[in-house]
């Protein structure tokens, strides 16, 4: 993993005691395991996240906070982390591969500035999935007999999740329609496992927008050659060949 949550008030909660190497230490070493998905061996630890000077402190707060095994030092909590990240990457390649006909490889977005890269060349138009904008007319929302979307509290987990993000202002018919197929996507999948409720869908959300909130390229956090940066809106997010991208995370790491 390349981003995990850092929850502010947990963390300062639980290593309040800690001596400030000891505390760079934790970090640091929280930041190994995330990024290598492996347990930590004890040998060169310390010169591996750079602390080689403070290896009596790295080992403190190693044994304090990561649990030996014969495999090495594992963390439970952030192994949890990373199987929901995991989980929630595969399950959105499934349901992108099955709905739009690819090997979970969606499309680059056509509206977004794009960065010098060859992962985000505009897409033309022979390359756009063939995917309705909105049900015919007409046509109710609970016909597949799934949870009815529920546009407000979509948008309201939007603007608590993403509070920086432009605020969502109009309710037009093509945002709707945008929202209750993605909707209807989420919904389809998640059924296959379970039968679903309305706050599992927006559980789903809650998620979905908390993974967009960790991605830089997103966030408008990223500059490209000339400067400019790109910013996400719920409508831009909405878009199907986007809505794959941010699912797989190819818009994290960036």
């Not at 995990?4 to 505390?23: K, M, N, W």
Request: charged residues 30%; contains cysteine; aromatic residues 12%.
């Amino acid at each position: 993993m390349h981003y995990y949550q850092f929850h502010i008030g947990d963390y300062a909660s639980h290593t309040r005691h800690l001596s400030v190497p000891e505390d760079l230490a934790y970090r640091r070493l929280l930041d190994f395991y995330y990024l290598h998905e492996q347990p930590i061996k004890h040998r060169d630890i310390a010169r591996q996240i750079n602390m080689r000077e403070f290896e009596q402190d790295v080992m403190t707060v190693l044994e304090e906070f990561f649990l030996s095994t014969d495999a090495g030092f594992i963390n439970p909590r952030a192994d949890a982390e990373i199987a929901k990240y995991k989980e929630f990457s595969e399950a959105g390649k499934r349901g992108a591969a099955k709905r739009w006909g690819t090997n979970g490889e969606a499309n680059s977005p056509p509206n977004a500035t794009p960065i010098a890269t060859n992962n985000h060349k505009p897409i033309t138009i022979n390359h756009k999935p063939n995917i309705s904008i909105c049900p015919p007319s007409g046509e109710p929302e609970d016909k597949t007999g799934l949870p009815k979307c529920s546009h407000q509290e979509v948008i309201d987990l939007y603007h608590k999740h993403l509070p920086t993000l432009r605020k969502v202002e109009v309710w037009n018919d093509a945002r709707k329609g945008y929202l209750r197929q993605r909707w209807r996507d989420v919904a389809e999948e998640l059924s296959k496992e379970k039968d679903i409720q309305v706050s599992d869908i927006l559980e789903w959300w809650s998620d979905f927008f908390t993974h967009i909130g960790q991605s830089k390229f997103l966030m408008g956090r990223v500059n490209d050659k000339s400067g400019r940066t790109f910013t996400a809106d719920l409508e831009w997010i909405l878009k199907p060949s986007n809505f794959a991208k941010i699912i797989e995370g190819k818009y994290h790491g960036i």
